[in-house]
C-alpha cells in the first residue's frame, strides 16, 4: 500500500514552565506526520490519517532532528516497507506512522468507554497546595506532585501540607523523576505510610547503578507503591519489567511506544496495573494516546493527562482538564486543525 507523504516539525512554547527533576521545561519540539492513500486498492482514497511523533531524548527516544532527516528523505510518497523498515529506535515516528496508518486505510478503532477519571497535575512547591484546594473544588480527586524539584528536606515537610489539603477521598500521586537515592526514597516511603498516597513515581534514575534491583527491593519492603515512568522508555522495557515480575504501578507514555497494540497485550495478559500518561503532547498525538486509554480492557484507573492547558498556543492543546474526559471529547479533537495551525 502506497501513501502520500508529508511532515511539519513544531517547536511550541509552553503556557507556564513544567518544572521536574530533570529541568525546567519551557517549550515542545517534535514533529506532525500525514498520510493519504495514493494506490487503486479499494477503500476511501481521501481518507487522510495524523500522527505526532512526540519525541523524548531523556526517554531514550529518537530526536526531533533525526526524524526530520528520514522525514525529508522520504519525500512526499511512502510505501508500507519503508514504514515497517524503520529502524527499531525510531519508536516515536514508528509510533506516528502506524497511528496514521489506521486512519488513513480505514482501519477500525476499538470501541472506548464513555468516561474515565483524570489526575489533575500540579505544580512543584508549596504552590501546589492551593492549587489541589482550586482543582479540589471543581471536582478532581486525583493529583500528581511533582517532588525532587527543590530542597529535599523541605518538600518532604511540605506532604502532610499537601495530603491536609486534599478533598475528602482524595489521593495524591507523588513523581519525582529519578530524583533520589535509595536513602532519600526510604524517608519518603517511610512519611507516605498511612497517608493518602496512590504511588511514589520513579524515584531512583533509571541511570543509578543497579537501579532496577533497588526499585525492586524498594517495592517489595514498603506498603506505598512505586510506579515506574523512565524505566519504561520502550516496548521491550514493559516486557523486561513484566518478567521480572514488578509488583507495582506501569506508568505508560503510549506516545513512546512503536507497537502499542503488543505492549498492552503483555500488559493486560500480566494483569498489570497501568496508568496511562502524557508525553506533553499536541492534540494530534493526545487523540491517539486517548483513543487507547479509553478502550483499555484493564482497571480504568485515573488518567495521567490532566495537563492542558499547556502551550502557549491553544490551538494544540487537547481537551481542557476535567475531572474526567469523556469519549465524545476525544472525538471531538480535530487533528486536521492542529495540522493547519501549523503552516
Same mark, same amino acid.
Given at each position: 500500500?502506497?501513501?502520500?507523504?508529508?511532515?511539519?516539525?513544531?517547536?511550541?512554547?509552553?503556557?507556564?514552565?513544567?518544572?521536574?527533576?530533570?529541568?525546567?521545561?519551557?517549550?515542545?519540539?517534535?514533529?506532525?506526520?500525514?498520510?493519504?492513500?495514493?494506490?487503486?486498492?479499494?477503500?476511501?482514497?481521501?481518507?487522510?490519517?495524523?500522527?505526532?511523533?512526540?519525541?523524548?531524548?531523556?526517554?531514550?527516544?529518537?530526536?526531533?532532528?533525526?526524524?526530520?532527516?528520514?522525514?525529508?528523505?522520504?519525500?512526499?510518497?511512502?510505501?508500507?516497507?519503508?514504514?515497517?523498515?524503520?529502524?527499531?529506535?525510531?519508536?516515536?515516528?514508528?509510533?506516528?506512522?502506524?497511528?496514521?496508518?489506521?486512519?488513513?486505510?480505514?482501519?477500525?478503532?476499538?470501541?472506548?468507554?464513555?468516561?474515565?477519571?483524570?489526575?489533575?497535575?500540579?505544580?512543584?512547591?508549596?504552590?501546589?497546595?492551593?492549587?489541589?484546594?482550586?482543582?479540589?473544588?471543581?471536582?478532581?480527586?486525583?493529583?500528581?506532585?511533582?517532588?525532587?524539584?527543590?530542597?529535599?528536606?523541605?518538600?518532604?515537610?511540605?506532604?502532610?501540607?499537601?495530603c491536609a489539603a486534599l478533598p475528602e477521598g482524595g489521593k495524591l500521586?507523588?513523581?519525582?523523576?529519578?530524583a533520589w537515592d535509595r536513602r532519600w526514597t526510604e524517608r519518603w516511603?517511610?512519611?507516605?505510610?498511612?497517608?493518602?498516597?496512590?504511588?511514589?513515581?520513579?524515584?531512583?534514575?533509571?541511570?543509578a547503578r543497579g537501579a532496577d534491583d533497588v526499585l525492586r527491593g524498594?517495592?517489595?519492603?514498603?506498603?506505598?507503591?512505586?510506579?515506574?515512568?523512565?524505566?519504561?522508555?520502550?516496548?521491550?522495557?514493559?516486557?523486561?519489567?513484566?518478567?521480572?515480575?514488578?509488583?507495582?504501578?506501569? #506508568? *505508560?507514555?503510549? +506516545?513512546? &511506544?512503536?507497537?502499542? =497494540? $503488543? %505492549?498492552? @497485550?503483555? /500488559?493486560?495478559? !500480566?494483569?498489570?496495573? #497501568? *496508568?496511562?500518561? +502524557?508525553? &506533553?503532547?499536541?492534540? =494530534? $498525538? %493526545?487523540? @491517539?494516546? /486517548?483513543?487507547? !486509554?479509553?478502550?483499555?480492557?484493564?482497571?480504568?484507573?485515573? &488518567?495521567?493527562?490532566? =495537563?492542558?492547558?499547556?502551550?502557549?498556543?491553544?490551538?494544540?492543546?487537547?481537551?481542557?482538564?476535567?475531572?474526567?474526559?469523556?469519549?465524545?471529547? =476525544?472525538?471531538?479533537?480535530?487533528?486536521?486543525?492542529?495540522?493547519?495551525?501549523?503552516?
Amino acid at each position: 500500500m502506497n501513501f502520500h507523504f508529508a511532515y511539519r516539525r513544531y517547536c511550541l512554547a509552553l503556557r507556564a514552565p513544567v518544572r521536574t527533576a530533570q529541568g525546567i521545561w519551557t517549550e515542545r519540539e517534535g514533529i506532525l506526520v500525514k498520510l493519504q492513500r495514493a494506490d487503486g486498492a479499494k477503500g476511501d482514497l481521501n481518507a487522510v490519517g495524523y500522527g505526532e511523533a512526540a519525541v523524548l531524548p531523556t526517554f531514550g527516544t529518537e530526536t526531533v532532528e533525526e526524524v526530520e532527516v528520514v522525514c525529508r528523505e522520504w519525500g512526499d510518497r511512502i510505501n508500507v516497507a519503508q514504514m515497517e523498515g524503520l529502524p527499531a529506535r525510531f519508536r516515536c515516528l514508528r509510533h506516528a506512522l502506524a497511528t496514521a496508518r489506521e486512519a488513513a486505510g480505514g482501519q477500525v478503532l476499538p470501541e472506548m468507554r464513555p468516561a474515565v477519571g483524570v489526575a489533575a497535575l500540579v505544580s512543584a512547591g508549596p504552590g501546589a497546595i492551593k492549587q489541589i484546594r482550586e482543582k479540589g473544588d471543581s471536582g478532581f480527586r486525583v493529583f500528581k506532585w511533582k517532588v525532587g524539584v527543590g530542597d529535599r528536606a523541605d518538600e518532604l515537610s511540605l506532604l502532610d501540607d499537601v495530603c491536609a489539603a486534599l478533598p475528602e477521598g482524595g489521593k495524591l500521586r507523588l513523581d519525582a523523576n529519578g530524583a533520589w537515592d535509595r536513602r532519600w526514597t526510604e524517608r519518603w516511603l517511610e512519611r507516605c505510610a498511612e497517608r493518602p498516597v496512590e504511588f511514589l513515581e520513579q524515584p531512583i534514575a533509571v541511570t543509578a547503578r543497579g537501579a532496577d534491583d533497588v526499585l525492586r527491593g524498594l517495592a517489595n519492603d514498603w506498603p506505598t507503591p512505586l510506579a515506574l515512568d523512565e524505566s519504561l522508555g520502550g516496548d521491550g522495557d514493559i516486557q523486561r519489567w513484566i518478567e521480572l515480575g514488578w509488583p507495582g504501578v506501569f #506508568v *505508560v507514555k503510549l +506516545s513512546l &511506544l512503536a507497537d502499542v =497494540v $503488543g %505492549a498492552l @497485550a503483555r /500488559l493486560e495478559k !500480566a494483569k498489570a496495573k #497501568v *496508568v496511562f500518561s +502524557s508525553a &506533553l503532547e499536541t492534540a =494530534v $498525538g %493526545a487523540k @491517539a494516546a /486517548l483513543r487507547v !486509554a479509553l478502550a483499555w480492557n484493564g482497571e480504568p484507573r485515573a &488518567l495521567g493527562f490532566g =495537563v492542558w492547558p499547556l502551550f502557549a498556543d491553544r490551538r494544540f492543546d487537547g481537551p481542557a482538564a476535567a475531572p474526567f474526559l469523556r469519549s465524545e471529547d =476525544v472525538s471531538r479533537i480535530d487533528e486536521g486543525a492542529v495540522w493547519n495551525a501549523l503552516s
